[in-house]
Nanobody, 123 residues
Framework: QVQLVESGGRLVQAGGSLRLSCIVS????????MGWFRQAPGKEREFVAT????????DYADSVKGRFTISRDNAKNTLFLQMNSLKPEDTALYYCAARNYHGSRRYQEYDFWGQGTQVTVSS
């Protein structure tokens, strides 16, 4: 099995920055694609960003492109999400996800999930 634990979420003012982390443990050798998703109250879970195993290939939702950066440190089994120029509409519970294949925008295709970390952006 694989366990994911997110951290780094907190209350921040609009225009500010946050860095989320996700530590992966367990059968980490089986993991290839990883991603970040978010879910606001009353809304569906939505894609934020994804990255392949080497980190050479990334993909972003249009709403965060140019503001967020996904990266990973495989030696430390850690996934990151650097979030800059935060907006109130970025407020959500942010989830880290992993799968045994390349990254995907579809949350249904991920096998493993963390418990989420709350990001709240005040105006």
């Amino acid at each position: 099995q694989v366990q994911l634990v997110e951290s780094g979420g907190r209350l921040v003012q609009a225009g500010g920055s946050l860095r989320l982390s996700c530590i992966v443990s367990g059968r980490t050798f089986s993991i290839s694609g990883m991603g970040w998703f978010r879910q606001a109250p009353g809304k569906e879970r939505e894609f934020v960003a994804t990255i392949n195993w080497s980190g050479a290939s990334t993909d972003y939702a249009d709403s965060v492109k140019g503001r967020f950066t996904i990266s990973r440190d495989n030696a430390k089994n850690t996934l990151f999400l650097q979030m800059n120029s935060l907006k109130p509409e970025d407020t959500a519970l942010y989830y880290c996800a992993a799968r045994n294949y390349h990254g995907s925008r579809r949350y249904q295709e991920y096998d493993f999930w963390g418990q989420g970390t709350q990001v709240t952006v005040s105006s």
